[in-house]
Nanobody, 124 residues
């Protein structure tokens, strides 16, 4: 099983950029699908973007298209580059992994290893 730890959150002004990182340990990282979810205050956790383990295909939520970019490297890290941030992007961002036997998707139940989350606050 892959274990993940997020980092890179912080306070940024609207229109600014921030890069989150998700460090993975254990398991065959390259074969795992990785995902970012976020949970804004008073709201349910929501899908942001996912990247497949085999081939690196990506899928973005509409809210992330155009401003967010997911990438992964061989060093067992997944990055989320966030540009043109808005107040509504304020949330705790969570990284999670899914083994190849499970596949990938936009539902949090499809991912079995979650990090503790990292806070992103966008000030207007």
């Amino acid at each position: 099983q892959v274990h993940v730890v997020e980092s890179g959150g912080g306070l940024v002004q609207a229109g600014g950029s921030l890069t989150l990182s998700c460090a993975a340990a254990g398991g065959m990282f390259s074969s795992y699908s990785m995902v970012w979810f976020r949970q804004a205050p008073g709201k349910e956790r929501a899908f942001v973007v996912a990247v497949r383990g085999d081939g690196g295909r990506t899928y973005y939520a509409d809210s992330a298209k155009g401003g967010f970019t997911i990438s992964r490297d061989n060093g067992k890290t997944v990055h989320l580059q966030m540009n043109s941030l808005k107040g509504e992007d304020t949330a705790i961002y969570y990284c999670a992994s899914s083994p190849p036997t499970t596949g990938w998707g936009t539902f949090d139940i499809q991912y079995d290893s979650w990090g503790q989350g990292t806070q992103v606050t966008v000030s207007s």
